[in-house]
């Protein structure tokens, strides 16, 4: 391989490839980019918890993380890209504590910062 050249990206259980929202299901692993609609602190049981709507234009899922009541740069607007496994709650789909990139602004979301939720 010519070091000047990008690796591809395989497309391996540890490491899925970008989908479409609306091809998503639950239980399923998932690396998914979109723009954040809506974005709150909530309260989940008795913790509090921040909620981000991720819409990709043909879809659109909760982003949440536990125990954060904000998380710096997901904001309504900001384009991100986030991995991790499906879920389902009161109805929707949902990604807990994922990791996720944020993109340049007028970039795509799949560049940007990395950054875990802890």
């Known amino acids: 391989m010519n070091p000047r050249e990008p690796a591809e990206e395989s497309c391996s259980p540890e490491?899925?490839?970008?989908?479409?929202?609306?091809?998503?299901?639950?239980?399923q692993r998932v690396s998914?980019?979109?723009?954040?609609?809506?974005?709150?602190?909530?309260?989940?049981?008795?913790?509090?918890?921040?909620?981000?709507?991720l819409s990709d234009d043909t879809g659109e899922l909760c982003v949440i993380f536990l125990g954060r009541s904000a998380v710096t740069g997901l904001l309504v607007g900001t384009r991100c890209h986030v991995e991790g496994m499906i879920g389902v709650r009161d109805g929707r789909l949902v990604l807990w504590n994922?990791?996720?990139r944020l993109a340049p602004p007028g970039g795509p979301a799949a560049g940007g910062t990395t950054a875990a939720a802890t």
């Open 15 to 27: 490491r899925p490839a970008a989908r479409r929202i609306a091809d998503v299901t639950a239980r």
């Open 32 to 53: 998914v980019c979109g723009t954040i609609r809506q974005a709150e602190a909530v309260t989940i049981g008795s913790s509090p918890a921040y909620r981000c709507v």
């Open 98 to 100: 994922p990791p996720y």
